[in-house]
């Protein structure tokens, strides 16, 4: 089935620093959200998306909806060891759709001590 | 105020066996989805079920068919089971009717076929 490309799909970063990473699809979408997911665990709903352009942050997240609506970035900033996890990032073609979503295949964000 | 619940929480199988997977949705959410998720991808819709019935469906055989219950609880069924069915299967509830309802996904059951 189709999946959304993020990227990276793997980042390894020192605690404190920022995080960035992106995810790109083929057609539009008018919902974006981004999940995290750690070990073990099903993906919890981090920042929800729902128009052209918006820029939305939930404490050192920071997501926004890309204007061509075929993409989406989330930013971690100041980074701290529970970042540490799986981040998808999510789709619909319809504003607030819930049904059908399409999800990225993911970036694994690791903290080097 | 309990979350999404699945059990069983692991699940080893043989080819061409049947299972069964079940889910308590979230207090007060009327709607279940079913995905899969296999290793080191995203999770893959399966279906939808609302007033138990199949709202949607994702690009899946017919091996794989759902229940929703009175209650709102629902079973996926898995049929003749294949090596590729390996992976963890996530239910996820939500509100109908409601605008901009997210999904809320249980911790899954890691099925493995053997």
Known sequence: GQQLNQSPQSMFIQEGEDVSMNCTSSSIFNTWLWYKQDPGEGPVLLIALYKAGELTSNGRLTAQFGITRKDSFLNISASIPSDVGIYFCAGHPWVGGNEKLTFGTGTRLTIIP | ?114
Do not use: M
Request: some cysteine; hydrophobic content about 30%.
């Open chain 2, 1 to 114: 105020d309990a979350g999404v619940t699945q059990s069983p929480t692991h699940l080893i199988k043989t080819r061409g066996q049947q299972v069964t997977l079940r889910c308590s949705p979230k207090s007060g959410h009327d709607t279940v989805s079913w995905y899969q998720q296999a290793l080191g991808q995203g999770p893959q819709f399966i279906f939808q079920y609302y007033e138990e019935e199949e709202r949607q469906r994702g690009n899946f055989p017919d091996r794989f068919s759902g229940h929703q219950f009175p209650n709102y609880s629902s079973e996926l069924n898995v049929n003749a089971l294949l090596l590729g069915d390996s992976a963890l299967y996530l239910c996820a509830s939500s509100l109908s009717g409601t605008v901009n309802s997210p999904l809320h996904f249980g911790n899954g059951t890691r099925l493995t076929v053997t």
